[in-house]
């Protein structure tokens, strides 16, 4: 790989982590009041802010900063399948030439797979940042140091997350003693990303939530096929048959 293809996935990293930290800023700025973004920290954690008027829980320090990592809590075979554009593009590309070329619109979506959705979904994805956190604190003079964590799959609205997850997302983080001061959900796919705070370190919840309501949950993540313009589908038709590419390692019950 060559130097500039390595600076341009960096600088792509980059611009998606702030899209992903610009969907927390009104959670942020309601934690913190107002703030000041640093712009050289990009990694290790991935981004800080510098407080204007820090909260009096910090006391008489005058200046006040938070490390912040950011990360998604999709499984790794998940992502795996969902973002590999290269494995199977030749039919992809026959598909498309197929649809624009000949008008023929198949019930066929480029990529279709069940993503189960148990109540460690979010921990499961948090959990191996926290042997990071000792690094992050003894390189830099963080006050705090919070998780802003996303997923293409489940989203706030979502029963799931509204009813069950977040609640166990607390819970577990607190029995393992998650380091982190602050874990932030936001859904960027979501039509109204509203963040959420799931987890403060100095807050633990000790008692155990309710019993988890969907065990066997999954949520259906599709991948949908070309379509033309001018034309009314029927997408749960349109999207029913069998994926075009499935994935190539089989997804856990």
Not at 104 to 126: H, L, R, S, T
């Amino acid at each position: 790989m060559t130097l500039s293809a390595k600076q341009t996935i960096q600088e792509a990293k980059e611009a998606f982590e702030n899209q992903i930290f610009e969907l927390a800023a009104p959670l942020l700025e309601k934690l913190y009041n107002t703030y000041t973004k640093i712009p050289d920290q990009t990694d290790s954690p991935d981004a800080a802010i510098l407080l204007s008027k820090p909260p009096k829980r910090f006391g008489v320090k005058a200046s006040v900063k938070i490390g912040i990592e950011i990360t998604s809590v999709d499984p790794h075979w998940y992502l795996a399948y969902a973002n590999d554009n290269k494995y199977g593009v030749s039919l992809v590309s026959e598909l498309t030439s197929r649809t624009f070329d000949q008008g023929i619109v198949d019930d066929n979506p480029i990529k279709k797979v069940d993503v189960p959705i148990p109540q460690n979904f979010i921990f499961d994805g948090v959990i191996g940042k926290a042997k990071r956190y000792e690094s992050y604190r003894s390189q830099s003079k963080f006050d705090e140091i919070i998780l802003i964590c996303f997923s293409d799959v489940i989203w706030v609205r979502n029963e799931i997350f509204k009813y069950g997850l977040s609640a166990w997302t607390d819970y577990l983080l607190s029995q393992a003693g998650f380091p982190f001061d602050k874990v932030i959900f936001v859904s960027p796919r979501d039509y109204d990303p509203a963040p959420v705070q799931i987890y403060d370190k100095k807050t633990n919840k000790n008692k155990r939530p309710p019993p988890y309501q969907y065990p066997n949950a999954t949520i259906t993540c599709i991948q949908g096929q070309p379509l033309l313009t001018g034309i009314d589908y029927k997408l749960d038709e349109k999207f029913s048959g069998s994926p075009l590419i499935s994935p190539r390692t089989t997804p856990p019950k």
